[in-house]
């Protein structure tokens, strides 16, 4: 019996055996090669304004065909829409092809639309359905935005980033310690947030947790290395609010927010406090 076929997406590498699923739930082992069953599985979709993503320096003041699938390859106890990044079951989901998908986004240009944003759950777990329709929406003059943990190998990111226009990447904290809990690495979505920021609009979201990833000296930290890539990339700072596992925790004093995003003024142009 075969020992199961290494998937090269992430960089956890999950070793899947025949008919089983990988940690992040969405792609499987079908054949002896690893498969993105959540390929056009839709969960959610709904026009937003871009700023939702969030984007603030990004065709500001428009509208977005956003979408979403199911899993996800961190475990954030935190987590805002764990009922699709932790749901492993495709009953319920629309299915969605690319072409579909692009002339949804087309019909809904009158409205303001500018392009599709694959988010919600982690796409880029599923970064082929990505692909093949950022190439589609791409020929008929549509964005792309991805928003993401950053926790993909290099490979298959950069086999993206001429397709993506712009990316909102989550820096959950500037803790290898943080990211361990989660399942990450903070390097790696360092690596991802340079490469990015290399050849596409980057914009950074780092949610503030009390007691976890709040103090000042983090902030510094993470505001001084950011910079060090670039100091017009804009960062939101966002407050935590109970949610998921964690929702026996206080939420972010806004005090606290305003604090971290005064210390990270201090290093980059654009600092954006959220949800106060």
């Known amino acids: 019996?075969?020992?199961?076929?290494?998937?090269?997406v992430c960089p956890r590498g999950c070793v899947i055996r025949e008919g089983h699923r990988g940690y992040c739930g969405a792609r499987a082992n079908h054949d002896g090669e690893t498969i993105a069953e959540n390929y056009g599985k839709i969960t959610s979709m709904a026009l937003d304004p871009i700023e939702k993503k969030p984007l603030r320096r990004f065709r500001p003041g428009s509208f977005i065909l956003s979408v979403g699938s199911y899993g996800c390859?961190?475990?954030?106890?935190?987590?805002q829409n764990y009922r699709i990044s932790m749901e492993y079951d495709s009953a319920g989901c629309m299915e969605i092809m690319p072409q579909k998908l692009v002339d949804k986004a087309l019909e809904l240009v009158p409205e303001g639309n500018v392009g599709i944003a694959y988010t919600y759950n982690e796409p880029l777990i599923g970064y082929e359905f990505v692909r093949d329709c950022s190439?589609?929406?791409h020929e008929k003059g549509l964005a792309n935005v991805v928003v993401t943990n950053g926790y993909i190998n290099e490979k298959p990111f950069e086999e993206l980033l001429p397709l993506i226009d712009a990316f909102n990447i989550d820096l959950k904290s500037f803790s290898q310690a943080f990211y361990k809990k989660i399942g990450g690495n903070l390097e790696v979505v360092k690596d991802s947030i340079r490469l990015a920021a290399s050849q596409s609009h980057v914009e950074v979201t780092t949610l503030i947790i009390g007691?976890?990833?709040d103090s000042e000296e983090?902030?510094?930290e993470l505001s001084k290395w950011l910079a060090s890539v670039d100091p017009e990339i804009p960062?939101?700072?966002?407050?935590?609010?109970?949610?998921y596992k964690m929702s026996d925790r206080s939420p972010t004093p806004s005090d606290k927010i305003l604090k971290l995003t005064a210390i990270a003024r201090e290093r980059l142009?654009?600092?954006y406090s959220g949800n106060l």
Request: charged content about 20%.
């Open 1 to 8: 019996m075969s020992e199961g076929v290494l998937c090269t």
């Open 73 to 79: 390859n961190l475990r954030c106890s935190f987590c």
């Open 135 to 137: 190439g589609l929406a």
């Open 211 to 213: 007691g976890e990833n």
């Open 218 to 220: 983090e902030m510094r």
């Open 235 to 243: 960062l939101h700072i966002s407050r935590f609010f109970p949610a």
């Open 269 to 271: 142009r654009y600092v």
